[in-house]
């Protein structure tokens, strides 16, 4: 019995050393020294300030700033310990009522405004954390930042077209505007006027 027992522990405290410390070690340090930044969670700092993440969407609320996604975390939005989806179905009521809200909400914010709202406006990501929109998205938002910060429109939609970065590789995703750098972008500019 000695001889089946033994040989199973120490295979068991051998595995478990390499799969539960030096594999995680050695990724951990490889991810660190390959790519810095976003081993330590891509971070974006301003003025010696960490303002966010450049991979976990912000709340803007404040009808100056570009709106990202809406966020399906609970019990506050962007909670990246509570990333997912709110699991509605199409036909589902509950989801149906929140995208008319947000509708209703992007047309008080913007009553002139007659476009089409860009779907990613009202639905939230599979993480619910998305921290960017569509180039879409960011256009039908940027006459009413433009009025509110008394900025001309070509100012505001020639920030967006800076900020809108290509699909991965160049076919991998749609382009998209991360919400975080195109706002302090936004706020830096109209700091320097």
């Known amino acids: ?22 594999y995680p070690l050695a990724v951990t340090g490889a991810a660190k020294a390959l790519f810095p930044s976003q081993a330590a969670g891509s971070l974006v700092v301003q003025g010696g300030t960490t303002v966010g993440s450049s991979l976990i969407g912000q709340n803007f609320g404040d009808p100056k700033h570009f709106w990202g996604r809406p966020s399906a975390t609970a019990p506050q939005p962007y909670n990246a310990s509570a990333s997912g989806g709110s699991n509605l179905g199409p036909l589902n009521p509950a989801l149906a009522d929140a995208v008319k809200q947000r509708i209703e909400a992007l047309r008080a914010a913007d009553p002139g405004n007659a476009a089409a709202v860009p779907v990613d406006l009202v639905t939230a990501s599979a993480s619910g954390l998305d921290p960017d929109i569509s180039p879409a998205a960011a256009h039908y938002q940027a ?3 433009a009025r509110l910060r008394g900025l001309p429109p070509e ?11 290509a ?27």
Do not use: K, Y
Not at 155 to 165: D, E, G, I, K, P
């Open 167 to 193: 699909p991965l590789w160049g076919w991998l995703g749609e382009p998209r505007v991360n919400v975080l750098a195109l706002n302090l972008a936004l706020d830096a500019s109209a700091a320097a006027r």
């Open 155 to 165: 100012q505001v939609n020639a920030l967006v077209a800076s900020h809108t970065q």
């Open 143 to 145: 006459a009413r930042v």
């Open 1 to 22: 019995m000695n001889n089946v027992i033994r040989p199973a522990l120490v295979l068991f405290a051998l595995l478990s050393a390499l799969t539960g410390l030096a």
